[in-house]
T-cell receptor, first 114, second 118 residues
Framework: AAGVIQSPRHLIKEKRETATLKCYPI?????VYWYQQGPGQDPQFLIS???????DKGSIPDRFSAQQFSDYHSELNMSSLELGDSALYFC?????????????FGEGSWLTVV | AQKVTQAQTEISVVEKEDVTLDCVYE???????LFWYKQPPSGELVFLIR??????QNEISGRYSWNFQKSTSSFNFTITASQVVDSAVYFC???????????????FGKGTLLTVNP
């Protein structure tokens, strides 16, 4: 079965640069979530979209922005990168924006800021 | 506010041993959902199970079983006859229904690193 696709899988950027992560949800899934997982940490919720509208916002820095497009794929844009932004970024998707719907995660994008 | 506690930071067992991973949660909602995810060394998060607050039936799937007890706010996960491939970080997570249904995001515990040695 098709899963959540994230690209790129690995990314190395320098401080103050910009990075863009892409996410393609499971077909027919209309809700996308972004999570950030620092080294040795649990995943932290950043932001979510339902039907192309932002539905919830977590601890996402102002330097980060995201959107969901008409084909339901999503992009996370990160500007003025800092060393502390180095993390594993997960995109996840679910069918419908209802509590309890199973949220399926992609394989993650490893961002290293040097 | 919702909170998930996984008190066991690391567990090490020998292959074929049974192991239980503990998860305790806090929530003010009467409707909520509990999840377990597995994160192997390769990094991906693999969904294992979802349980809603109204269903306290225990569940068994192969070597995996889950014990949900609302009275103690616990949702423990047991692996029977562990195998080396079970080595991973296991996360317990909580999702609340929230007012107006707005709190759908997952709140994760800190995770338990399980190492199964041959």
């Amino acid at each position: 079965a098709a899963g959540v696709i994230q690209s790129p899988r690995h990314l190395i950027k320098e401080k103050r640069e910009t990075a863009t992560l892409k996410c393609y949800p499971i077909p027919r899934h209309d809700t996308v979530y972004w999570y950030q997982q620092g080294p040795g940490q649990d995943p932290q919720f950043l932001i979510s979209f339902y039907e192309k509208m932002q539905s919830d916002k977590g601890s996402i820095p102002d330097r980060f922005s995201a959107q969901q497009f008409s084909d339901y794929h999503s992009e996370l844009n990160m500007s003025s990168l800092e060393l502390g932004d180095s993390a594993l970024y997960f995109c996840a998707s679910s069918l419908g924006y209802l509590s309890g719907n199973t949220i399926y995660f992609g394989e993650g994008s490893w961002l290293t800021v040097v | 506010a919702q909170k998930v506690t996984q008190a066991q930071t690391e567990i090490s067992v020998v292959e074929k041993e049974d192991v239980t991973l503990d998860c305790v949660y806090e929530t003010r909602d009467t409707t909520y959902y509990l999840f377990w995810y597995k994160q192997p060394p390769s990094g991906e998060l693999v969904f294992l199970i979802r349980r809603n607050s109204f269903d306290e039936q225990n569940e068994i799937s192969g070597r995996y079983s889950w014990n949900f007890q609302k009275s103690t706010s616990s949702f423990n996960f047991t692996i029977t006859a562990s195998q080396v491939v079970d080595s991973a970080v296991y996360f317990c997570a909580l999702s609340e229904a929230g007012s107006g249904g707005s709190n759908y995001k997952l709140t994760f515990g800190k995770g338990t690193l399980l190492t199964v040695n041959p």
